[in-house]
């Protein structure tokens, strides 16, 4: 028992401690950056204000992540943004494919938990920064009201991923907020200020559940009440249904008016209005009759928050460089969601929820716009990063925040290590060994190349079991009508191969196919037609042989597209290969996808046709024949740093006819093995969304799951059969003495050979 005596004041405990580096926020980007510091070896603290990780992802606010890949409804190919926020991505779909909120939160503890670099503070509130010079922080101050300890973390470096931006605007760092005038970087999509408004504002969601019995709802009394005459865009029938809740109801915003960090409070109670009147609407106006047996599971407590402070980098990123994918010296990440504004009334504007225009691909983001240009020691992630309004728009989602998160961590581990400050690598040379570090673990720079890559795979002889010739895509019985046009989208150099494929015609036709391409071949925007050929068919099933044999081509990617003809149905297949996809031109309202992109004039974004995948079981591939056969999956490439298709598609893949795709590496002198990362396939076109959305497959079936590594004895050093991971690093202790290491595979399917994008050995 403890009994104190009356005492005139009490103090807090108060703890101190000291790492290499600080996160304050535990979004995707603050999680991120932590876990990819910690894993080059420096010390990190995470602190994160609220009981769970994941900040707008987590089952707090229960938004979905994405990022460049978009609900795959753009021509951003191959787009999933690699490392940290990949693993998790592909880890809680194996986990979690339903999308469960509550076991997201989980996968990202686990995640951090599992690092023994970090320490976690959740529940505790960065308050205030110390400096130790004009330029320089040297602490933060904290509080735990959970165990009512105060806790001062000093530290060389500084990542504010916090959102609102508490550190760099406590420390003095210039920031904006709001929107640039049109003039001042030429963003022809500036927005009017007064008309539109110049913030987005924030939202919250509910979700309902079906109780099986009739449930009455009464309203608190704050309760929105005229919602048709309120919200303009009253709720349309389709909006009541079980799936579409949580962030289906992202357009439920407001606060775009009024200040989005001070006035958060009242936002919250405006949305809480809103949310509880909705409700109302949908109980008791009898017009969703079906919404009887309904009840409310779940009402978010805190607003997702999407705008408020950007602080000032050493670049601004601005909408030329979304639009134009202007490439940098010094890129370290991508982004690729569309330029995506809303109007500052949010629910109550008459206007759409939002207007949303895509770039052709995705585009670089400079490491200067993660670098404070105030404070020496403080980088800056997530939402609040060097980037204008318009910019902002796109730069803003959690997949781009994630990956400039893992950006700042990379380069946090090697201003430690080389004892620099950050702004040290905005340089020519410096900055390529953030570039390095970052492809290492899985991060795609688009438009970079970096030669001597995989480490002792350089100079080892490479000999494979087999290489992939596709010869044909099999047939699975199925058609697939034209109702819109369809595309099989293939790596293709030098001539163009015959192509065979069986269609069926309900009466004769003529069928236009074309051979497209894109202008710049890192793109998968089909926006250059580079032949186009009309083939009679007649009313039965025939073989339409299809030859372009006029064209030689340089490698890339091209599309075979096949245009829309509702009476023409093509053969499908169920094969699935690296590198391989079929796309098509259909809409997807979601983000703003209608089959092509018109944007009015004079707002500086392009018009351009939308190609776009379906989600599996949909979306097979076309069952083509090719003559020659596809030659594009060799073990040379093995020796590059591209990790995923684009130009090529970087990958070896092996014959399904071998069966024991083995990779052999061999070198003249005996080598100590330390290390060996595999980076398999994991289909990076498709959007992993963390919550809601839900996914058919839990492993990704291109991905090898089954495989053993032998050393020059044949003694297995290494093997697994369950593997459903992206990167798969393999650390040898003692070190391995061989002058041979042999990987095998085994076929992820009877369908689907066995494929590898990269190979690291140290
Ligand atoms: C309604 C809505 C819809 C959106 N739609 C999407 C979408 O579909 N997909 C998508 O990817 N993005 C979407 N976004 C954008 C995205 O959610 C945000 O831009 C993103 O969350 C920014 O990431 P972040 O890590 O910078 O910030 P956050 O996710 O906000 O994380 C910051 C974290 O820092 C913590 N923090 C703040 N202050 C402190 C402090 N003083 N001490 C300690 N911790 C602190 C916060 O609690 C928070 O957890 C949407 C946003 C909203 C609001």
């Given at each position: 028992?403890?009994?104190?005596?009356?005492?005139?004041?009490?103090?807090?405990?108060?703890?101190?401690?000291k790492f290499d580096l600080v996160v304050v926020g535990g979004g995707?980007a603050g999680?991120c950056c932590a876990?990819t510091a910690?894993?080059?070896?420096i010390n990190v603290a995470l602190i994160q204000?609220?009981?769970?990780?994941?900040?707008?992802?987590?089952?707090?606010?229960?938004?979905?992540?994405?990022?460049?890949?978009?609900?795959?409804?753009?021509?951003?190919?191959?787009?999933?943004?690699?490392?940290?926020?990949?693993?998790?991505?592909?880890?809680?779909?194996?986990?979690?494919?339903?999308?469960?909120?509550?076991?997201?939160?989980?996968?990202?503890?686990?995640?951090?938990?599992?690092?023994?670099?970090?320490?976690?503070?959740?529940?505790?509130?960065v308050l205030d920064v110390e400096k130790s010079s004009e330029k320089v922080i040297s602490q933060v101050m904290a509080?735990?009201?959970?165990?009512?300890?105060?806790?001062i973390f000093k530290a060389d470096l500084f990542a504010d991923c916090s959102g609102d931006g508490i550190i760099s605007y406590l420390s003095g760092a210039s920031f904006r907020?709001?929107?640039?005038?049109?003039?001042?970087?030429?963003?022809?999509?500036?927005?009017?200020?007064?008309?539109?408004?110049?913030?987005?504002?924030?939202?919250?969601?509910?979700?309902?559940?079906?109780?099986?019995?009739?449930?009455?709802?009464?309203?608190?009394?704050?309760?929105?009440?005229?919602?048709?005459?309120?919200?303009?865009?009253?709720?349309?029938?389709?909006?009541?249904?079980?799936?579409?809740?949580?962030?289906?109801?992202?357009?439920?915003?407001?606060?775009?008016?009024?200040?989005?960090?001070?006035?958060?409070?009242?936002?919250?109670?405006?949305?809480?209005?809103?949310?509880?009147?909705?409700?109302?609407?949908?109980?008791?106006?009898?017009?969703?009759?079906?919404?009887?047996?309904?009840?409310?599971?779940?009402?978010?407590?805190?607003?997702?928050?999407?705008?408020s402070r950007r602080f000032k980098g050493h670049y601004m990123l601005?909408?030329?460089?979304?639009?134009?994918?202007?490439?940098?010296?010094d890129?370290v990440a991508?982004?690729?969601?569309?330029?995506?504004?809303?109007?500052?009334?949010?629910?109550?504007?008459?206007?759409?929820?939002?207007?949303?225009?895509?770039?052709?691909?995705?585009?670089?983001i400079p490491y200067r716009c993660y670098v404070s240009y105030d404070i020496e020691n403080l980088f800056l992630g997530g939402r609040l990063i060097s980037a204008?309004?318009?910019?902002?728009?796109?730069?803003?989602?959690?997949?781009?925040s994630?990956?400039g998160g893992q950006a700042i961590g990379a380069a946090a581990a090697l201003c430690i290590?080389t004892k620099k400050k950050p702004a040290e690598f905005i340089?020519?040379?410096e900055i390529?060994?953030i570039?390095?570090?970052?492809?290492?673990?899985?991060?795609?720079?688009?438009?970079?190349?970096?030669?001597?890559?995989?480490?002792?795979?350089?100079?080892?002889?490479?000999?494979?079991?087999?290489?992939?010739?596709?010869?044909?895509?099999?047939?699975?019985?199925?058609?697939?009508?034209?109702?819109?046009?369809?595309?099989?989208?293939?790596?293709?150099?030098?001539?163009?191969?015959?192509?065979?494929?069986?269609?069926?015609?309900?009466?004769?036709?003529?069928?236009?196919?074309?051979?497209?391409?894109?202008?710049?071949?890192?793109?998968?925007?089909?926006?250059?037609?580079?032949?186009?050929?009309?083939?009679?068919?007649?009313?039965?099933?025939?073989?339409?042989?299809?030859?372009?044999?006029?064209?030689?081509?340089?490698?890339?990617?091209?599309?075979?597209?096949?245009?829309?003809?509702?009476?023409?149905?093509?053969?499908?297949?169920?094969?699935?290969?690296?590198?391989?996809?079929?796309?098509?031109?259909?809409?997807?309202?979601?983000?703003?996808?209608?089959?092509?992109?018109?944007?009015?004039?004079?707002?500086?974004?392009?018009?351009?046709?939308?190609?776009?995948?379906?989600?599996?079981?949909?979306?097979?591939?076309?069952?083509?024949?090719?003559?020659?056969?596809?030659?594009?999956?060799?073990?040379?490439?093995?020796?590059?740093?591209?990790?995923?298709?684009?130009?090529?598609?970087?990958?070896?893949?092996?014959?399904?006819?071998?069966?024991?795709?083995?990779?052999?590496?061999?070198?003249?002198?005996?080598?100590?093995?330390?290390?060996?990362?595999?980076?398999?396939?994991?289909?990076?076109?498709?959007?992993?969304?963390?919550?809601?959305?839900?996914?058919?497959?839990?492993?990704?079936?291109?991905?090898?799951?089954?495989?053993?590594?032998?050393?020059?004895?044949?003694?297995?050093?290494?093997?697994?059969?369950?593997?459903?991971?992206?990167?798969?690093?393999?650390?040898?202790?003692?070190?391995?003495?061989?002058?041979?290491?042999?990987?095998?595979?085994?076929?992820?399917?009877?369908?689907?050979?066995?494929?590898?994008?990269?190979?690291?050995?140290?």
């Amino acid at each position: 028992m403890i009994i104190e005596d009356y005492i005139s004041k009490r103090e807090l405990t108060k703890i101190e401690k000291k790492f290499d580096l600080v996160v304050v926020g535990g979004g995707m980007a603050g999680v991120c950056c932590a876990i990819t510091a910690a894993r080059q070896g420096i010390n990190v603290a995470l602190i994160q204000d609220r009981p769970v990780l994941g900040g707008n992802a987590s089952s707090e606010v229960r938004l979905w992540v994405l990022g460049a890949t978009s609900h795959m409804g753009n021509n951003n190919r191959w787009s999933r943004e690699g490392g940290v926020i990949d693993e998790i991505l592909v880890e809680n779909t194996f986990r979690n494919k339903e999308g469960n909120p509550v076991l997201f939160d989980m996968v990202l503890v686990d995640k951090v938990l599992a690092e023994k670099n970090i320490e976690l503070f959740l529940n505790t509130i960065v308050l205030d920064v110390e400096k130790s010079s004009e330029k320089v922080i040297s602490q933060v101050m904290a509080f735990n009201p959970q165990n009512q300890i105060k806790y001062i973390f000093k530290a060389d470096l500084f990542a504010d991923c916090s959102g609102d931006g508490i550190i760099s605007y406590l420390s003095g760092a210039s920031f904006r907020v709001g929107a640039e005038d049109k003039e001042e970087n030429l963003e022809l999509f500036a927005p009017d200020k007064n008309e539109y408004g110049e913030l987005l504002g924030h939202s919250i969601f509910f979700y309902m559940k079906d109780t099986g019995k009739a449930v009455k709802y009464v309203a608190p009394n704050f309760a929105l009440k005229d919602i048709e005459s309120t919200i303009s865009k009253v709720m349309k029938p389709e909006y009541f249904s079980s799936n579409q809740h949580g962030c289906k109801y992202w357009w439920l915003e407001y606060g775009g008016r009024i200040d989005t960090i001070h006035d958060t409070e009242a936002i919250k109670f405006e949305l809480w209005k809103v949310v509880y009147g909705i409700w109302d609407y949908i109980k008791n106006s009898g017009k969703y009759l079906d919404s009887a047996n309904y009840t409310l599971e779940w009402v978010g407590v805190i607003p997702g928050k999407r705008e408020s402070r950007r602080f000032k980098g050493h670049y601004m990123l601005t909408q030329q460089d979304v639009v134009e994918q202007r490439n940098h010296y010094d890129s370290v990440a991508y982004g690729g969601w569309s330029i995506d504004l809303h109007p500052s009334d949010g629910v109550y504007s008459e206007k759409n929820g939002c207007n949303q225009w895509h770039s052709k691909g995705i585009y670089p983001i400079p490491y200067r716009c993660y670098v404070s240009y105030d404070i020496e020691n403080l980088f800056l992630g997530g939402r609040l990063i060097s980037a204008s309004h318009v910019a902002f728009g796109s730069s803003r989602v959690m997949g781009t925040s994630a990956h400039g998160g893992q950006a700042i961590g990379a380069a946090a581990a090697l201003c430690i290590k080389t004892k620099k400050k950050p702004a040290e690598f905005i340089d020519f040379e410096e900055i390529k060994k953030i570039q390095r570090a970052l492809i290492t673990t899985g991060q795609y720079i688009p438009q970079l190349k970096l030669n001597d890559f995989g480490g002792k795979v350089s100079t080892a002889k490479i000999d494979v079991s087999s290489e992939l010739a596709l010869s044909e895509l099999k047939e699975n019985g199925n058609y697939f009508r034209l109702d819109y046009p369809a595309a099989m989208l293939l790596p293709i150099k030098g001539n163009i191969p015959k192509m065979r494929l069986k269609v069926k015609c309900s009466e004769a036709t003529n069928l236009t196919i074309q051979l497209r391409a894109s202008y710049k071949p890192f793109n998968f925007t089909p926006d250059a037609i580079l032949f186009v050929k009309s083939y009679s068919l007649v009313e039965r099933e025939q073989i339409l042989d299809i030859e372009f044999n006029e064209i030689n081509v340089e490698k890339g990617y091209y599309f075979i597209c096949f245009q829309k003809n509702s009476i023409v149905e093509l053969a499908e297949s169920d094969q699935l290969i690296s590198g391989i996809k079929s796309v098509f031109n259909y809409q997807n309202p979601a983000v703003s996808n209608y089959g092509t992109q018109r944007p009015p004039k004079n707002i500086g974004v392009e018009t351009f046709e939308l190609w776009c995948p379906l989600r599996r079981p949909n979306g097979k591939n076309l069952a083509l024949k090719f003559s020659p056969s596809l030659h594009a999956f060799e073990s040379v490439n093995l020796k590059n740093e591209f990790f995923r298709p684009v130009i090529g598609t970087n990958a070896w893949v092996a014959s399904l006819e071998d069966k024991s795709p083995t990779l052999t590496l061999t070198w003249n002198e005996i080598q100590t093995i330390e290390k060996i990362c595999l980076f398999f396939d994991t289909d990076a076109d498709h959007a992993m969304e963390s919550v809601q959305m839900g996914h058919f497959d839990s492993v990704m079936p291109f991905c090898v799951q089954e495989y053993s590594i032998e050393d020059e004895n044949s003694n297995i050093i290494y093997e697994t059969i369950n593997n459903h991971q992206t990167i798969n690093i393999i650390d040898f202790d003692k070190g391995i003495n061989t002058k041979t290491i042999k990987i095998k595979l085994k076929h992820p399917s009877q369908l689907t050979p066995a494929s590898l994008f990269g190979l690291i050995i140290n």
